[in-house]
């Protein structure tokens, strides 16, 4: 165990330490990075799957930033359309 805790590779110590403070652009780097070093296939099995989830839990903080998104514009689109329909009537 406590080799793992001194692993050269970038994993950190918990899987999803720090992703709910990063930006949409943070979170897909470091998710292109995380599939790009899996891809590579050099780490052990418990590197890989803790950076297997941590890729996990990339991919949902970015979901979660586009849903936000998507629902941001379409609030905004509501609210235009309102607007239009009450200047016309």
């Known amino acids: ?3 793992e805790q001194n692993s050269t590779t970038t994993v950190p110590g918990g ?5 709910d403070a ?3 652009e943070q979170a897909r780097e470091e998710l292109v990075t995380t599939v790009r070093t899996l891809e590579a296939g050099s780490l052990t099995l418990e590197e890989s799957l803790r950076l297997w989830e941590r ?10 930033w586009l849903d936000g998104a998507k629902d941001r514009l379409e609030k905004a689109r509501a609210a235009r359309d309102e607007q239009d329909g009450a ?3």
């Open 87 to 89: 200047a016309q009537g």
């Open 15 to 19: 899987a999803t330490d720090g992703i």
């Open 1 to 3: 165990m406590a080799d």
């Open 22 to 24: 990063l930006s949409y």
């Open 55 to 64: 890729g996990e839990a990339l991919a949902d903080r970015c979901q979660n």
